[in-house]
């Protein structure tokens, strides 16, 4: 009997063992399917999020856009009071140095109401630098010029005889016209420059003055050298600020400015001379000047930002050519090696069945058979019950993967029910 009991004993605790491996996958599908529907939620819930987020940056970029235009009208605002300053500057600079070519003047002259007119003009720039309001200052200032300059030219008359004419006996049109000549036509640069030089050292004063000034910034201006054509430039604009030749030079200094890769300063100059000489030619040629300036920065903007999509998309490129290089190579390593015929018939035997109890053998049927072994302590079976050696080829356990179904179990639940 006991021969018959362990057998039976053993096919049910077998097939019991593959119920419950059978209810535990089924039981873990159900939690999968939970995890995947979670999931599900999950992304929806962050679309929804993105949504959101995105809406809040169209909003947010809006307001960027808003604060843009309004730092743009301030900065107007703050360009138009720093030119008026500037003016109002200039203005004081011109005064001041009218002032003092006018007290030379009158040292030269050395007559004997030279002490009344140096009083006169010391008060006039003490009420100058007293007065507060920039308006009365320049007020004031006039004033004083215009009874000086009246003063100076009754001087002037009654001291024709202490003045000498050699200078408007010999006129020095010619050598400027020579420098004309070289600079356009010629195009001997060199030479040109030390004519003008020579020009402005002999007639400072000259009407033609502001221009062989301004020939000579354009000499360095064509040669490249635009440092010294800004300086040159701006001799003209401070010493003949009343010459034909201030606008050209301010545009001339804006060009230098902007070879030298200062653009803010080439762009102020350039509006300077449209609000200041609107209808002069300059004003034309800085208003062409800027409006391609502006395309061309449109341009390189569009240039660079098509430059960065480039590199992304190598970038990305080379990120997926890269990742199945590396799989590749570890496929390769990973591949098992053929053996040959020879190697195959000298390996042993033994080495097979090894490796399918390992696969068929799983946890749950190692308990049954842990627990059936001490079943079997239990009973305290004779000696010829030692078939507990024998059930060890249970580890090949060939029939476990035949009892997967678990349909073939049913009789024995009919059996139970009785």
């Not at 999931?39 to 809040?56: C, E, F, I, N, Y």
């Amino acid at each position: 009997m006991k021969k018959i009991i362990l057998p039976l004993v053993l096919s049910a605790m077998i097939v019991l063992a593959c119920f419950d491996y059978s209810s535990a996958l089924t039981l873990k599908k159900k939690s999968l399917r939970k995890t995947v529907e979670e999931m599900q939620l999950q992304v929806a819930a962050g679309a929804k999020k993105s949504a959101r987020t995105d809406a809040t940056l169209a909003d947010i970029g809006a307001d960027m856009d808003v604060m843009r235009q309004d730092l743009t009208t301030l900065s107007g605002m703050i360009e138009e009071k720093a030119f008026d300053m500037e003016q109002m500057r200039e203005a004081v600079e011109l005064l001041s140095e009218v002032m003092q070519t006018l007290e030379e003047r009158i040292k030269i002259l050395e007559t004997p109401s030279e002490e009344a007119l140096e009083k006169e003009a010391t008060a006039a720039l003490k009420r100058a630098e007293e007065s507060k309001a920039q308006t009365e200052l320049i007020a004031e200032i006039k004033t004083a010029l215009a009874a000086l300059t009246v003063r100076v030219d009754a001087i002037d008359g009654i001291n024709e005889d202490n003045e000498t004419d050699a200078q408007e006996s010999i006129d020095p049109t010619p050598e400027y016209t020579k420098g004309l000549d070289l600079v356009r036509k010629k195009k001997d640069y060199t030479k040109a420059l030390v004519v003008f030089k020579d020009f402005l050292s002999k007639n400072p004063e000259h009407d033609l003055a502001d221009n062989a000034r301004y020939w000579i910034g354009e000499i360095h201006y064509v040669r490249g050298e635009y440092e010294k054509a800004i300086l040159e430039f701006n001799k003209v604009i401070k010493n003949y600020k009343d010459g034909d030749k201030v606008a050209a030079a301010i545009l001339k200094q804006g060009y230098s400015f902007e070879k030298l890769g200062s653009k803010k300063e080439a762009g102020m100059l350039l509006n300077k001379i449209i609000k200041k000489y609107p209808d002069s030619p300059e004003a034309k040629m800085a208003r062409e000047h800027l409006k391609k300036a502006a395309k061309e920065a449109k341009k390189e903007k569009k240039k660079k930002e098509k430059e960065e999509k480039k590199k992304e998309k190598t970038i990305k490129i080379n990120k997926k050519t890269t990742k199945p290089a590396k799989t590749l190579e570890s496929v390769k390593a990973t591949k098992p090696v053929k053996a040959t015929k020879s190697e195959e018939a000298s390996k042993p035997e033994e080495a097979a069945p090894k490796k399918s109890s390992d696969k068929k053998v799983s946890k749950p049927v190692k308990a049954t058979l842990e627990k059936v072994s001490e079943l079997v302590k239990a009973i305290k079976p004779d000696k010829a019950v030692k078939p507990v050696k024998a059930a060890e080829p249970v580890k090949a356990a060939k029939p476990v993967k035949a009892a997967k179904p678990v349909k073939a179990s049913e009789p024995v639940k009919a059996s139970g029910a009785k």
